[in-house]
């Protein structure tokens, strides 16, 4: 849009030079000229940024989707740089990424959320109170939310409970009142936790990279899994 109207601009002033060569219009070039060399620079600028962070997302998106963490268009990924937000667009597939599907926002205010995900003020809050999480995703794991409506707290059993021994779950949150509430509440719950779970919604996992908060999302369906099948055992 603005690179349209930069081009307008300058189409208009070149023009009005050809038909009548005066200093007013001869302004009126450079000024045009200029606006869509700069409009022009922008826009190169944030594609590259964009699609500089796009590999990362697709991959770990990707991911997500090969693992049965999410279904189609459910999940979202961010990244902290500085005072923007890098968040998944609202209604994205995770395990098929476009670079148009990555969208800068404020850290500090919701003037770009528009077509970012819907759980960006989730992102958000996290971000605002966990200054050491460079690094968000949010999945919808089975196991862990069918846990998730009998606990409040949940004990893994095996070795992997060396590096996430506890899984809170957020439980105030009804499932109709969306992301308002998960984001006033849910901060406080990630306190020492790298992972938590909202009951009968999903999970959060933090890290300093896509990777680790992947990898974190990912382990504790992993200790859930093995939970529900023990269940599934000991009622035999
Ligand atoms: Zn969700």
Redesign the pocket.
């Known amino acids: 849009m603005v690179n349209y109207l930069g081009h307008t601009v300058f189409r208009f002033c070149l023009e009005q030079l050809r038909k009548k060569a005066t200093s007013k219009s001869r302004n009126c070039l450079v000024v045009g000229f200029c606006g869509w060399l700069e409009y022009m620079v922008l826009s190169i600028l944030v594609q590259k940024v964009n699609f500089m962070y796009y590999t990362e997302f697709a991959k770990y998106g990707r991911m997500l989707w090969d693992s049965g963490l999410i279904h189609i268009t459910?999940g979202n990924l961010s990244i902290r740089k500085g005072t923007t937000i890098y968040v998944t667009r609202t209604g994205s597939r995770l395990g098929d990424l476009s670079s148009s599907d990555i969208i800068a926002v404020n850290l500090n205010n919701t003037l770009r959320d528009k077509i970012a995900s819907s759980?960006t003020p989730v992102h958000r809050e996290i971000y605002l109170a966990h200054p050491d999480v460079a690094s968000v995703v949010?999945a919808?794991p089975p196991h862990a939310t069918a846990l998730s409506w009998d606990y409040t707290t949940i004990q893994p059993i095996d070795s992997d409970s060396l590096y996430i021994p506890e899984i809170p779950v957020l439980t105030d949150c009804p499932y109709g009142e969306g992301s308002a509430c998960v984001a006033k509440h849910f901060p406080e719950l990630l306190g020492k936790h790298t992972v938590a779970l909202i009951r009968g919604?999903?999970a959060f996992s933090v890290g300093t990279t896509l990777e680790q908060a992947t990898a974190r999302l990912s382990m504790m369906e992993n200790q859930c899994r093995l939970i529900y099948m023990r269940k599934l055992l000991e009622h035999k």
């Open positions: 459910s759980e949010h919808h919604h999903g």
